[in-house]
Each structure stands twice: as C-alpha cells, then as structure tokens.
C-alpha cells in the first residue's frame, strides 16, 4: 500500500511524540503497519509517502537513484538569475556541496494561510521559488536558500516523481490508484 498525505505545518513524520508540542501521524487515522518514506520537518508541509512495503525507501530515497521532488519556498528577499543560477550549481551546506538541482522563481502558488501565519517584515519583500532536487539531506532547501541569502519563510513539497500534491487537501491522506504509483516513481 503507497499513501499519500498533505501533512500539515506544525505536525512531526513520525508516529510518536518526541517531547515537543508538534503534533504526529498517530492522530490522522493511518491504516495499521504504515510509516513514512523519508521526511518532511515539522515546519514543513506538503506531499508525504507512506507505505507499508519497505523496498520503497530505497527506491525512492537514495541519491543515487536520483528520484525528484519539487518544493515550493517562500524567501525572503527576490533572488536574482544569478543566485538561482549559484543554487542550480550546487551550493556548500554544512561541509556539503548539494547536487545540482533545477531553481526559478514562480508565481505565489494559491496555497491556504499557513497556521501559524509566516512572519512578515514591512521592509523586505518576499517571492516564491521551485526546486527541483534529486536528493533530500536534512532541511536541505531551507539551508541551500540560506547559504546564497534568502532565507526560507514557508515550505512546501508539492511532487514526488511525476506525482502532484494536485488539490489533496492539508490533513487528509489517501491510498494510490496504480497510475497515481506508477507517477510517483517515474523519473
């Protein structure tokens, strides 16, 4: 079985608490023997995989098999060409230099508000980007847009191979048809 969940800002991949006041996977009614296929951070939100077949984490999650994910971020500040052009090279994060990636800066997606709301300042615009990885370090959008300087203020994950996030709505999973599979491991 392959689910896909819209997990919400604020909510742990994980089925147990770690002490903080995030919320976990435990309470959105998940059928029995399923865990996530990697991880989104708690402050981040979007497509979510779980199954219960645990050959899918390596398909799906070694580098080497190159498997792509698109992220919507809101920065601060509007990146130029250039600094796209720096994040597409691949930049140095943590004594690591990330793979290359696809980047540019896209309309702001209709997405709903975030609860709790992201933090404006009056003085320094916001955009929104795309990436476009093939690998998933740890926080490694948010650190990549830090490392050239636009700090990431939302992020969201909206497709796994040639899956889409589409209009699945934010706490609510469902379980794949065998196209919607076939889609998520497409390269």
């Known amino acids: 079985m392959l689910v896909a969940f819209h997990k919400p800002y604020g909510v742990l991949s994980q089925f147990t608490p770690d002490g903080s006041p995030n919320r976990t996977l435990a309470e959105f009614g998940f059928p029995k023997f399923i865990y ?44 130029s060409v250039l600094d796209l052009a720096r994040l597409e090279q691949g930049v140095m ?59 990431t203020l939302r992020l969201v994950r909206v497709q796994i191979g040639e899956f889409h996030l589409g209009d699945l709505a934010q706490g609510t999973w469902k379980v794949l048809t065998n196209a919607e599979r076939q889609a998520v491991f497409a390269k």
């Open 93 to 151: 994060i943590q004594g690591y230099k990330t793979k290359p990636c696809k980047a540019r800066l896209i309309e702001p997606p209709n997405l709903p508000e975030r609860t709790p709301p992201i933090r404006f300042r009056k003085s320094v615009p916001t955009c929104w980007i795309e990436l476009v990885l093939t690998e998933g370090k740890n926080r490694q959008v948010r650190r990549m847009t830090a490392a050239i300087g636009f700090p």
């Open 36 to 79: 996530p296929l990697g991880r989104l951070d708690a402050d981040s939100e979007g497509l979510l995989l779980l199954s219960d077949e645990k050959s899918l984490n390596t398909r799906l999650l070694l580098p080497e098999n190159e498997h792509r994910r698109v992220y919507w971020a809101q920065v601060e500040r509007v990146p």
